[in-house]
């Protein structure tokens, strides 16, 4: 069964620093996301991508976090500046249609020191 | 108000057991409406989806109430691997974002 793949598994960085975290999505999904998960609390959504473009972002998603798919199979999510705050879990989601269902990958675990 | 509320747990069964999760949200908006399983530090996966008429897959059903915005998930049978957090998870008409509850603990004991 095809998956969505993240890597890597877990990340550790001093704040103030830039991370990428990647993500190769299943091979005929279109639709693109990343959710992020703060231990003890619920999965939030972060950004949706489709056609190259943003489609839907939420509060949480500032102009410290973009996002690009810059050779047509890895999606990335790029924090600029880390804060202590963005210790969490990101997960990578993709699917086939805007309204289909969700997979997603495994996670990256980061930790901002 | 909470989008999506759901009650925490744990909820503690034995094996065999038959247990029942509720969850409420608040957007009439809401379109489409999903349990996914969520073991310790790990991904959620789509246990399944919930249509109106109401669905099972084996040991689970699920059922939707639009009217007072309300979504259940049964587990009938209860296995030891059944024990995970299990998360509604609705999304809003004409957006394809997910909104998560914070879900709701099981664990099942021998």
């Known amino acids: 069964e095809p998956e969505v793949t993240q890597t890597p598994s877990h990340q550790v960085t001093q704040m103030g620093q830039e991370v990428i975290l990647r993500c190769v999505p299943i091979s005929n999904h279109l639709y693109f996301y990343w959710y992020r998960q703060i231990l003890g609390q619920k999965v939030e959504f972060l950004v949706s991508f489709y056609n190259n473009e943003i489609s839907e972002k939420s509060e949480i998603f500032d102009d410290q976090f973009s996002v690009e798919r810059p050779d047509g199979s890895n999606f990335t999510l790029k924090i600029r500046s880390t804060k202590l705050e963005d210790s969490a879990m990101y997960f990578c989601?993709?699917?086939?249609?805007?309204?289909?269902?969700?997979?997603f990958g495994p996670g990256t675990r980061l930790t901002v020191l | 108000r909470k989008e999506v509320e759901q009650d925490p747990g744990p909820f503690n069964v034995p094996e065999g057991a038959t247990v029942a999760f509720n969850c409420t949200y608040s957007?009439?908006?809401?379109?489409?409406f999903f349990w996914y399983r969520q073991d310790c530090r790990k991904e959620p996966k789509l246990l399944m989806s919930v249509y109106s008429s109401g669905n099972e897959d084996g040991r689970f059903t699920a059922q939707l109430n639009r009217a007072s915005q309300y979504i259940s998930l049964l587990i009938r049978d209860s296995k030891l691997s059944d024990s995970a957090t299990y998360l509604c998870?609705?999304?809003?008409?004409?957006?394809?974002?997910?909104?998560f509850g914070k879900g709701t603990m099981l664990l099942v004991s021998p």
């Open positions: 957007n009439s908006a809401s379109q489409s």
């Open positions: 998870v609705v999304n809003m008409r004409g957006y394809s974002t997910l909104t």
């Open positions: 989601a993709t699917g086939a249609g805007g309204s289909d269902t969700q997979y």
